[in-house]
């Protein structure tokens, strides 16, 4: 993994590097990285798609992995960590507080319970008086007060104390600009060698003209297999009339008449036009498209009467901060209407139900490779890592998507590449793993049992599961395809096997429940989505994975639809390219929750006959770790009791 790194910083080839479980990703980038900084080479910079995963590499990677690279190379190469504005505290709030109007800033369910009451509102305020305090001590300290080091707080309180970015007020205006705290994460890293990000910010980065992270020479980006979500999900806004009349109220105070009932009154039409309307995508003249129109309109006219004035370089204070970060959200709130009544062609418009907040509209992009493929690719060499890159066996699917190649990987041996489009040279590798797979685990197909249906599930899966959890002892951790499924799962097997402990996603914490989890050995966990990526547990904790289904798309997904008929109009296969690649992916992250080092044993079992029964079986099998594979139960379940007797 290094050396195929190494080649791609000394060379400029994009390299899409698969790197399992056990490899030590972290180190096999931060090793070559480091030396190549050592030695003189341009800046680099790592992006990851956790906050979990940077505080890591902070805190335990990287200083081990330059103290390594000074005892050999006689350099130690300057590192810094860089987040998104919200992550850092604003001392213009911290120190200035708020107005009433921008209770906005607050979200609703927080808002709602420090208005019930006198306690709840005590609890809200000390807890912001708390971090005020906290934020001048690390002042004092010259640290950057950073989110993550900050005391217990609730998100409303942290709100209180930090800035959107549409609001900040840049540091010539801000009376506390010369000490911002952002600003001095960015010093830092302008003053740094290697510099650590997130996907996000590497989006922001790209659609803003490089004004977020300093000047780099490559790019590293670990955790690869989030790249397009997270990057999605950094060019994506969501609207909803709540927002409108929040955000209206908060600019009354500096509206005429006309204007302000004007955007109340596009608040209410948004609401009209969502309920008049069908839930899901928006592609044509309707109410939804005429109240998209009417928020423009009306967002438009108010923020030229907040910004007539008030507007100089100079330093301001009070009643015109509070002004022109009350400008800067009503822009916000246009700039997503305007792209709401767009419908471009490169953008997917959408309606959502929420079962407490009504309708909202959203708006994400058909694709990001366009915009991965101009604003990074184009700009520096770029590696891609992660243990889960080669979906159907191969690199192209991912390649595609980030925007290397729109069909097939790019020859380097031809004369000329076809296309624009196909002008980048990029390599894949497979590096392996430390696990022996095949001897390690079994998959285990359920290839008798009925094919999923929607409206929960059927007899025999119930009974498979409460099986397969008796013969492990418990030690289960159940991915379901939807929180009914794993409810019901739940429900089922406590009956079947009440000395068992079964926790399920929703009974509480998802932190409380994965630390139970793992405290009992004999515990099982059922969940969703965020269990299919986000949990790591090694040992006999987890000797069983089941999975109810194969994890495509929801088929109602807007933006899922969307991706595969633009793929079917351009000829491709649309389901293979978007739906079966995105259940592979799946597949792959969430059979990887059973191996986590090498004396791990245990059975993945899949209850979805058509993964062995279906043509696209092949394509999703092969995106998995290569254990022996299996579709006799009994096979499986005697193989999990051997287990059981082994730790007697």
Same mark, same amino acid.
């Given at each position: 993994?290094?050396?195929a790194?190494?080649?791609?910083l000394?060379?400029?080839?994009h390299?899409?590097?698969q790197a399992g479980t056990?490899?030590?990703?972290?180190?096999g980038?931060l090793?070559?990285a480091?030396t190549?900084?050592a030695?003189? #080479? !341009?800046r680099?910079?790592?992006?990851?798609?956790? $906050?979990?995963?940077?505080?890591?590499?902070?805190?335990k +990677?990287?200083?081990?992995a330059l103290?390594?690279?000074e005892?050999?190379?006689?350099v130690?190469p300057k590192?810094?960590i860089?987040?998104?504005?919200?992550?850092?505290?604003?001392l213009?709030r911290a120190r200035?507080?708020?107005g009433e109007?921008?209770d906005?800033?607050i979200g609703?369910?927080e808002?709602?319970k420090?208005?019930?009451?006198a306690d709840a509102?005590?609890?809200?305020?000390g807890e912001?008086?708390m971090?005020r305090?906290?934020v001048?001590?690390q002042?004092?300290a010259?640290?950057?007060?950073d989110r993550d !080091?900050?005391p217990?707080h609730? &998100?409303?309180?942290?709100a209180q104390?930090?800035?959107p970015?549409?609001?900040?007020?840049?540091t010539?205006?801000?009376?506390?600009?010369? =000490?911002?705290l952002?600003e001095?994460?960015r010093?830092?890293a302008?003053?740094?060698?290697?510099v650590?990000?997130?996907?996000?910010?590497?989006?922001?980065?790209?659609?803003?003209g490089?004004?977020?992270?300093?000047?780099h020479?490559?790019? /590293? /980006?670990?955790?690869?297999?989030?790249?397009?979500s997270?990057?999605?999900?950094a060019a994506?806004s969501?609207?909803? &009339?709540?927002?409108?009349?929040?955000?209206a109220?908060?600019a009354l &105070?500096?509206l005429?008449?006309?204007?302000g009932?004007?955007?109340?009154e596009?608040?209410? #039409?948004l609401?009209?036009g969502l309920? !008049?309307s069908?839930?899901g995508?928006v592609?044509?003249?309707?109410?939804?498209l005429r109240?998209f129109?009417?928020v423009r309109d009306?967002?438009?006219a108010?923020v030229?009467?907040l910004?007539?004035k008030? =507007?100089?370089?100079?330093?301001v204070?009070?009643d015109d901060?509070?002004r022109s970060?009350?400008?800067?959200?009503?822009?916000e709130?246009?700039?997503i209407?305007e792209r709401?009544a767009?419908?471009?062609?490169?953008d997917?418009?959408w309606?959502?139900e929420?079962?407490r907040s009504?309708r909202?509209?959203?708006?994400?992009?058909?694709?990001v490779?366009?915009?991965?493929?101009?604003?990074?690719?184009?700009?520096t060499p770029v590696v891609?890592t992660s243990?889960t890159l080669? /979906?159907?066996g191969?690199?192209?699917n991912v390649?595609?998507?980030?925007?290397?190649?729109?069909?097939?990987?790019?020859?380097s041996t031809?004369a000329e590449?076809e296309?624009e489009d196909?002008?980048?040279?990029w390599?894949g590798?497979?590096?392996?793993?430390?696990f022996?797979?095949r001897?390690? #685990?079994i998959l285990?197909?359920?290839a008798g049992l009925?094919?999923?249906?929607?409206d929960?599930?059927a007899?025999?899966?119930?009974a498979?599961?409460?099986?397969?959890?008796?013969?492990a002892?418990?030690?289960?951790?159940?991915l379901?395809?939807s929180?009914?499924n794993? =409810?019901?799962a739940?429900r089922y097997v406590?009956?079947q096997?009440p000395?068992?402990t079964?926790?399920?996603q929703?009974?509480?914490?998802?932190? +409380?429940?994965t630390a139970?989890f793992?405290a009992?050995?004999?515990a099982?966990?059922?969940?969703? $989505?965020s269990?299919?990526q986000?949990?790591?547990v090694?040992?006999?904790?987890?000797?069983?994975?089941?999975?109810?289904k194969?994890p495509?798309p929801r088929?109602?997904d807007p933006l899922?639809?969307?991706r595969?008929?633009?793929?079917a109009e351009?000829?491709?296969?649309?389901f293979m390219a978007?739906?079966a690649?995105h259940?592979?992916l799946?597949l792959?992250q969430?059979s990887?929750?059973l191996i986590?080092?090498?004396t791990d044993?245990?059975v993945?079992?899949?209850?979805?006959?058509?993964?062995?029964?279906?043509?696209?079986?092949?394509f999703?099998?092969?995106?998995?770790?290569d254990?022996?594979?299996t579709a006799?139960r009994e096979?499986?379940?005697?193989? $999990?009791?051997?287990l059981?007797?082994?730790?007697a």
């Amino acid at each position: 993994m290094a050396d195929a790194i190494r080649d791609s910083l000394t060379t400029g080839t994009h390299g899409l590097i698969q790197a399992g479980t056990g490899t030590g990703k972290s180190l096999g980038y931060l090793a070559p990285a480091l030396t190549h900084l050592a030695e003189g #080479g !341009d800046r680099v910079v790592v992006a990851t798609a956790t $906050l979990a995963l940077q505080a890591q590499l902070a805190t335990k +990677d990287i200083p081990v992995a330059l103290d390594a690279v000074e005892e050999v190379t006689g350099v130690r190469p300057k590192a810094a960590i860089v987040k998104g504005r919200t992550n850092y505290a604003c001392l213009y709030r911290a120190r200035e507080g708020l107005g009433e109007e921008q209770d906005a800033l607050i979200g609703g369910t927080e808002l709602a319970k420090a208005t019930r009451g006198a306690d709840a509102a005590s609890a809200l305020g000390g807890e912001v008086v708390m971090l005020r305090e906290w934020v001048e001590e690390q002042v004092a300290a010259r640290e950057l007060a950073d989110r993550d !080091d900050a005391p217990p707080h609730t &998100p409303a309180a942290w709100a209180q104390v930090s800035i959107p970015v549409r609001e900040c007020l840049g540091t010539q205006r801000c009376p506390y600009g010369a =000490e911002c705290l952002v600003e001095g994460s960015r010093e830092r890293a302008r003053a740094a060698d290697l510099v650590v990000t997130n996907h996000a910010l590497l989006a922001i980065n790209a659609m803003h003209g490089g004004t977020v992270l300093p000047e780099h020479g490559a790019v /590293i /980006i670990d955790e690869a297999h989030d790249l397009v979500s997270r990057v999605t999900g950094a060019a994506s806004s969501e609207l909803s &009339p709540q927002i409108v009349e929040r955000t209206a109220r908060r600019a009354l &105070p500096w509206l005429d008449d006309d204007t302000g009932v004007d955007l109340l009154e596009a608040g209410e #039409g948004l609401e009209k036009g969502l309920a !008049d309307s069908e839930v899901g995508r928006v592609t044509e003249d309707g109410p939804a498209l005429r109240a998209f129109e009417q928020v423009r309109d009306a967002a438009r006219a108010a923020v030229s009467k907040l910004t007539g004035k008030g =507007e100089s370089r100079q330093e301001v204070s009070g009643d015109d901060a509070e002004r022109s970060q009350t400008a800067a959200a009503v822009k916000e709130v246009f700039d997503i209407a305007e792209r709401l009544a767009a419908l471009r062609a490169t953008d997917v418009v959408w309606i959502s139900e929420r079962e407490r907040s009504g309708r909202w509209a959203h708006v994400a992009p058909l694709s990001v490779a366009g915009l991965m493929r101009e604003k990074v690719f184009a700009e520096t060499p770029v590696v891609l890592t992660s243990a889960t890159l080669k /979906i159907g066996g191969d690199f192209d699917n991912v390649a595609a998507t980030v925007g290397l190649s729109r069909k097939e990987r790019v020859d380097s041996t031809a004369a000329e590449p076809e296309t624009e489009d196909e002008l980048f040279n990029w390599a894949g590798v497979d590096v392996g793993s430390p696990f022996d797979y095949r001897r390690q #685990g079994i998959l285990y197909v359920g290839a008798g049992l009925p094919k999923p249906r929607r409206d929960g599930m059927a007899p025999e899966l119930l009974a498979e599961v409460a099986e397969l959890v008796w013969a492990a002892g418990g030690r289960t951790l159940g991915l379901f395809a939807s929180q009914r499924n794993a =409810e019901e799962a739940a429900r089922y097997v406590r009956a079947q096997l009440p000395n068992l402990t079964i926790l399920c996603q929703g009974d509480s914490q998802l932190s +409380d429940l994965t630390a139970r989890f793992i405290a009992d050995p004999g515990a099982s966990l059922f969940g969703t $989505l965020s269990l299919w990526q986000g949990i790591d547990v090694a040992g006999d904790t987890c000797e069983l994975v089941i999975m109810d289904k194969i994890p495509f798309p929801r088929p109602d997904d807007p933006l899922m639809q969307a991706r595969q008929q633009a793929v079917a109009e351009a000829g491709g296969n649309g389901f293979m390219a978007v739906a079966a690649a995105h259940a592979g992916l799946l597949l792959a992250q969430g059979s990887g929750r059973l191996i986590r080092r090498s004396t791990d044993r245990g059975v993945v079992a899949v209850l979805d006959p058509r993964l062995v029964t279906a043509r696209y079986g092949s394509f999703l099998r092969s995106s998995m770790p290569d254990f022996w594979v299996t579709a006799d139960r009994e096979v499986a379940v005697q193989a $999990l009791r051997r287990l059981q007797e082994n730790r007697a």
